[in-house]
């Protein structure tokens, strides 16, 4: 508060420290930029023929000028200290509310402690503002009937920042954060969008992007602030863009469910290609109609065409007329931010905006963005120079090209050599972070709601929800949101697989339709269970075919059959069909009353089973069954159609009857029906048929079997997701420590067993008497025997280790000695013949082992002197040993 609220003669103190090294600056450009000019008293008056042209740079052409408001000639006479006055008040307030609201946050979290660059500014900061605010006063003189440069505002601690310092390019560690698409959209998400309390001002306030990320709520500045400083961390060339926007923008009325314009460019789909004509497809005859009948038809189909466009076409008009705002009478004023993306870095092709308050990326020449003020981003600022009568159609972002951008601060090479290069601080902000909590609340208290033309959509943060749901749609008819169209839920981390559930209401049409989406790795291999409400009972449950040994695609049940559908078979299955009817009605092959599939069934209740089967280049078409149909009475087989037949053969054998020794009756030519296309062919003998119909009888006993396990596994599937929608379980990753409670338990435990296990061995490895009491049958009770035998047992081994310990010294010594007595003696013998080199090395070699001779001697005698101390030491223990108190009684 008390640097927003410094007194005006010390700002212009400070100014005209600078005044003169600017004014220099400003007079040694050479290339006569217009805003490193002194201003002339003639061109103050009449202007030098290029203000009338950039008066009109910025703003809007169908509406008033952005740029021609603000500032009349009869303000011209309004003095800068008045002026800065006010605007200084101004921001005081914004400042004091800025403060009062931050107690009254959506969540509550620590403040976080500002460091002293927040508080504030170093001697390059000062000097810069100074610059800043010498270029604000020339360009407002240069160009009068612009909109003032405002790039000075305070930050949450009141004191005031230059907007370039106050971007932080930081790169985040999590994944997502890579892209400008998952930048975007997390900036859209996490942070809520709060609409500037005057449209057409900029706000009175710019805080810090770590302030913004920690109160997670901002305007559209302080989200292209943070959207900027992510993408450059990122490593593209962002910047953010002081401009005006349509009211749908900044009102956040613009649909985001709508496909971006800016993908739809780069998804474009390549046109199909014709496949190639073979020529040896048989060429079907021309059909013989009526050409006039066919033009009738046609006429009546296009004008049929035409009246249904038509009536869609004023629909259209009228629900627009409808749902049309008022006009806005502040179109083209509206001030907004958002970020732009020039290309050259990240493989970046082509120039884009980023919505922040939607996180879409759109064309540069989108209608909704009426008009640029300046543009900034870490290095340097750019104030447009370019007329914006259309819009944005016609810009150019070539930010070298100063006819089209005025560069704030010359950081090129050129400008350096002339020491006219500013160095620019660096950015005042703490680097920005994001806890693990943090990243996946995703938004403000972990929700959001946003509201579209015909959606409603609900965002939720993962594992905030026990049911796993992270985002709900709700889909209408019509942007009244009438008419419920389909509820969608989007799940994660659920142990039961599921992924999405859609449900769609019932209609006068169709009936309420459920559609459930599961991910591989469930129990039952399922990929989609799809089914309605029981006025129209359907079941459709699809699975991961490449999971299931028997290649099961598909299972369809509805009110009159259970069809399955195969893939990738050793038998060629293809399909399999039950058909069920009321066993109670009597039989003749037709369809009998619909059974409930929700109502258990039994494998009693078909009437008809179907098997289809797929060609096998093995067996002769003629031979190769294509269709199977097992009715009760008979068997139907429909054969795979030959190469250059126009038909296929058929064949039908009734069932004969089961004699009383259950044995199948001979078979005769009254129980079957044959037809083939080749006339020539043979007829089948009898025990041919015969053999026939038993395979098919075995085949009808396989299927009905099959039939009845895919009934009972539909039932299982079913308890089993039931089971799984009231006790829904969430899986926890195991590097998730933030939420493994039992892993972090089992972490614990497996700690503190490691911990035991360590003290255990240091004291058994101090006990001398551990390996002696394991011997023993009760240890706990130790008699005057047993004490005298384990204190003998224990002083000779204690003897012998001492005695094997010299032992290894003297023979490590005598080894030492003898090795160097035999490289002594070959040093004597080869002396006249060896280089100096090898000289070197037995010089060196003789007195290593000459130290470690020494060494050794030096151990042994030690030993020799500690051996009776070390003896008398462990009596005296197994005297005093508790465990051997025995000894002391007797």
């Given amino acids: 508060m008390e640097g927003a609220a410094q007194d005006e003669p010390q700002q212009a103190t400070a100014d005209k420290q600078q005044q003169q090294q600017q004014q220099g600056r400003l007079e040694q450009d050479s290339d006569g930029d217009r805003l490193l000019q002194d201003v002339a008293p003639e061109e103050e008056e009449g202007g030098d023929g290029r203000d009338a042209e950039a008066g009109s740079t910025t703003g809007p052409g169908p509406a008033k000028s952005s740029v021609d408001v603000i500032v009349d000639d009869d303000d011209d006479d309004l003095d800068d200290e008045e002026y800065e006055s006010e605007t200084m008040k101004a921001r005081a307030d914004a400042i004091e509310d800025l403060m009062q609201g931050m107690n009254q946050l959506p969540f509550q979290r620590q403040e976080p402690e500002y460091p002293d660059t927040y508080r504030i500014n170093s001697e390059k900061e000062i000097a810069t503002l100074a610059i800043v605010r010498n270029f604000e006063r020339q360009f407002k003189s240069l160009y009068k009937q612009r909109k003032p440069l405002s790039t000075i505002f305070p930050n949450e601690c009141g004191v005031e920042k230059f907007l ?28 809520g969008y709060d609409q500037l309390e005057i449209p057409t001002e900029p706000p009175a306030v710019m805080p810090s992007p770590t302030y913004t990320l920690w109160r997670q709520h901002g305007n559209s500045f302080d989200m292209s602030i943070v959207l900027c400083s ?55 005859e021309n059909r013989l109609e009526s050409k006039y009948l066919r033009e009738m038809q046609q006429r009546t189909k296009t004008e049929e065409n035409d009246r249904q466009r038509e009536e869609k076409r004023k629909e259209e008009e009228e629900r627009r007329a409808r749902l049309a705002p008022p006009e806005d009478e502040l179109h083209g004023l509206r001030v907004h931010c958002w970020v732009l993306v020039l290309p050259g870095q990240r493989g970046v092709h082509e120039a884009f905006f980023i919505e922040p308050t939607t996180g879409v990326a759109l064309f540069t020449d989108d209608p909704n963005y009426l008009g640029i003020e300046y543009i900034w981003n870490s290095s340097n600022l750019w104030v447009n120079m370019q007329k914006c009568v259309n819009g944005l159609d016609d810009m150019e972002y070539d930010l070298k090209d100063t006819t089209c951008w ?57 594992y905030l929800n026990p049911n796993g749901l992270v985002k709900r749609v709700k889909r209408y008819e019509t942007e009244e949101l009438k008419r419920l169209l389909s509820i969608t839920h989007t799940y994660k981390h659920r142990k039961d697989c599921l992924l999405k559930y859609v449900f769609y209401p019932a209609t006068d049409e169709s009936a309420a339709r459920h559609d459930h989406v599961y991910a591989p790795g469930h129990k039952f291999k399922i990929r989609r269970h799809v089914y309605t409400d029981e006025n129209a009972p359907t079941r459709r449950i699809i699975f991961y075919a490449g999971s299931r040994v028997d290649g099961l695609v598909e299972r369809y049940e509805d009110a009159a059959a259970i069809t399955e559908t195969y893939r990738d078979r050793k038998d060629n299955l293809l399909m399999r069909q039950a058909t069920f009817s009321d066993l109670n009605e009597s039989a003749g092959g037709r369809r009998r009353r619909k059974v409930n599939i929700n109502v258990a069934r039994t494998p009693e209740d078909i009437e008809v089973l179907t098997e289809r089967f797929a060609r096998s280049p093995l067996v002769p078409a003629e031979k190769d069954m294509e269709e199977i149909a097992y009715f009760a009475d008979a068997v139907q087989i429909k054969f795979h159609r030959g190469d250059g037949r126009i038909s296929a053969s058929t064949l039908e054998l009734e069932k004969p009857h089961i004699t009383d020794k259950q044995e199948i009756e001979p078979i005769s030519d009254e129980y079957v029906d044959l037809y083939t296309p080749d006339s020539s062919s043979k007829k089948p003998r009898n025990f041919e048929l015969f053999g026939m119909l038993q395979k098919c009888l075995r085949m009808e006993k396989a299927c009905r079997k099959s039939i009845g396990l895919s009934m009972r596994e539909t039932r299982d599937i079913l308890e089993a997701l039931e089971r799984d929608d009231k006790e829904v379980e969430l899986e926890i990753s195991f590097y998730d420590t933030m939420r493994n409670e039992k892993l972090r338990i089992e972490r614990a435990k497996q700690e503190q067993d490691a911990k035991n296990e ?34 003998d047992q224990v002083m000779d081994d204690f003897t012998t280790q001492l005695k094997m310990r010299f032992n290894f010294i003297e023979a490590e010594c005598n080894r030492e000695a003898k090795e160097l007595q035999a490289k002594t003696a070959w040093f004597k013998q080869n002396q006249p013949s060896l280089s100096e080199e090898e000289e070197r090395d037995f010089a060196k070699y003789r007195n290593e082992a000459l130290f470690r001779m020494n060494i050794l001697q030096k151990r042994l005698a030690q030993h020799k002197e500690r051996t009776p101390h070390l003896s008398m030491q462990m009596e005296h223990k197994l005297r005093n040993d508790p465990r051997l108190a025995a000894l002391h009684k007797q």
């Fill in 164 to 191: 370039c310092t106050t971007v932080r390019p930081t790169k985040l560690q999590y994944r997502e954060l890579d892209r400008h698409d998952g930048i975007a959209a997390f900036v859209a998400d996490y942070i």
């Fill in 230 to 284: 992510l993408l450059e961390g990122a490593g593209f060339d962002a910047y953010c863009v002081f401009g005006y926007a349509s009211r749908e923008v900044t009102t956040q009325h613009r649909l985001r469910s709508e496909k971006r314009a800016f993908e739809k460019k780069e998804e474009a789909k390549e046109e199909d290609t014709p496949k190639p004509a073979n020529k040896y497809s048989i060429k079907r």
């Fill in 406 to 462: 005025e560069y704030m601060f010359p950081l090129d090479e050129d400008h350096a050599e002339e020491g006219l290069k500013v160095d620019l601080p660096t950015s005042w902000v703490a680097r920005l972070s994001l806890s693990p909590q943090e990243y996946e609340l995703r938004c403000p208290n972990g929700t959001r709601k946003l509201q579209f033309a015909n959606e409603e959509v609900e965002i939720f943060a993962e």
């Fill in 758 to 791: 360590a003290i255990r061995r240091a004291k058994q490895a101090e006990d001398y008497l551990a390996p002696y009491l394991v011997r023993l049958d009760d240890p706990a009770h130790i008699d005057e025997v047993t004490a005298a035998w384990l204190k």
